[in-house]
């Protein structure tokens, strides 16, 4: 496809005394990592973690530098860039894709409708982390700049859109607020769900299992005992622990899965290179083995508040082992660095009996066709409400004690 035009200066939004440029690159080699995480995470200047280790430069030029996105992904980079009297006030992580593939929230059906009356859906425009279902800011603001850019920001992607003659725009995982303000604009809210783990303060794995009700408790300690019967060694690694040689066994375990959910993986090999050299700090790997040899392994990354699971993968199959390296482990390790929740990716409802409860996820969505634009408003309307009902029915369902229930709620 051709790369899509960014709005001229005259198309630019008004961000209080100056205007405010909008203008796309293709790489972020095209600006540096400093200006980028300026706007990105300004709360880690200080040394510390980003709140949100995926809209870093270092793990979107991963994506790039190890093809993971490009053209030929169908995940094409236009990140935005927003100005203001040369400053760069804002950024975003702007894509075209000719699928809808990695994204989570689903819009086959969109796709599916708007071909069948005679639209071509594809490309469309997504401001998105790139196959990765975690809630964290899309509109990346420099402190003291939120409102102005956020808005150009927004009016500059669906002025982008609307020019090239593209079907639609696409906000994914956003935080709320920026939900809000998107619909402030026109844009049309959409709300999904995920399972999360809220820390209350836990001094141990133990003071969590005592808010459980009984037969819950019973079977996470059962299912634990049968996780670390598997009769080998369960490792959590981090940082300069994580040694070169560990990312061939997780790409075995990543392939396995990745082949089994979607055909073929998202990441390529040489992204766990390349986040081995920029990442590890931000990754918490935990792996099985026996014998010298791993043969499961459960990938989490690290941000100033949350844990995020992301990958798992095993080549041998033991009772309850997913469980423990993907949910107990993730919370383990959240209770120790005092985190206050982990993040367990898209869907499952099974994560309900092991603590990680219903919690609301956000997206926003422009389409050009405004009597499509309707039919969805109205979809999302009454999707809106079942998602509401359905997560009042699966935290009744919680395996909390009814009075830390009422906590968790």
Request: with cysteine.
């Amino acid at each position: 496809m051709e790369r899509p035009s960014p709005p001229s200066s005259d198309d630019s939004s008004d961000g209080g005394d100056a205007a405010i440029e909008i203008s796309t690159i293709h790489s972020l080699s095209a600006i540096s990592q400093a200006e980028w995480d300026a706007c990105a995470c300004p709360e880690a200047a200080d040394g510390g973690r980003p709140d949100d280790p995926f809209t870093t430069w270092r793990f979107l030029k991963a994506l790039e530098d190890s093809g993971s996105t490009g053209s030929a992904t169908g995940w094409e980079p236009h990140y935005l860039l927003a100005r203001q009297d040369g400053e760069l006030i804002g950024v975003a992580p702007l894509y075209a894709k000719s699928h809808s593939q990695g994204e989570y929230i689903f819009d086959f059906n969109w796709a599916h409708a708007y071909e069948n009356a005679g639209g071509r859906y594809y490309p469309k425009l997504q401001i998105a982390v790139p196959f990765t279902p975690a809630t964290g800011r899309r509109f990346l603001a420099r402190p003291g700049h939120e409102a102005a850019a956020i808005a150009a920001l927004t009016q500059g992607a669906v002025q982008i859109a609307a020019d090239n003659g593209l079907s639609s725009l696409h906000v994914t995982f956003c935080t709320e607020a920026e939900a809000i303000a998107g619909e402030q604009m026109g844009l049309m809210r959409r709300a999904s769900q995920q399972f999360h783990w809220l820390n209350q303060g836990y001094a141990d794995f133990d003071g969590f299992l005592a808010g459980l009700s009984s037969r819950k408790r019973k079977n996470i300690r059962k299912e634990r005992q049968q996780a670390q019967a598997f009769g080998g060694e369960i490792r959590a690694l981090t940082g300069d622990d994580i040694r070169l040689e560990h990312w061939d066994d997780f790409w075995a375990f990543y392939q396995d899965t990745g082949a089994r959910k979607w055909g073929t993986p998202y990441l390529t090999r040489e992204f766990f290179e390349i986040a081995h050299d920029t990442l590890r700090d931000d990754m918490l790997l935990v792996l099985a083995g026996h014998g010298g040899d791993n043969i499961a392994g459960a990938l989490n990354f690290i941000g100033r508040e949350a844990l995020y699971g992301r990958y798992w993968g095993a080549l041998e199959h033991h009772p309850c082992l997913h469980f423990e390296l993907c949910y107990y482990q993730a919370i383990d390790f959240a209770i120790a660095e005092g985190l206050a929740r982990v993040e367990a990716g898209a869907q499952g409802e099974h994560k309900l009996a092991r603590g990680y409860m219903p919690s609301l996820t956000h997206s926003l969505h422009w389409i050009a066709d405004q009597g499509f634009a309707r039919a969805v408003r109205q979809y999302l309307d009454a999707e809106a409400r079942a998602i509401d009902e359905e997560v009042e029915v699966l935290t009744a369902y919680g395996p909390f004690r009814r009075d830390r229930q009422e906590e968790q709620e």
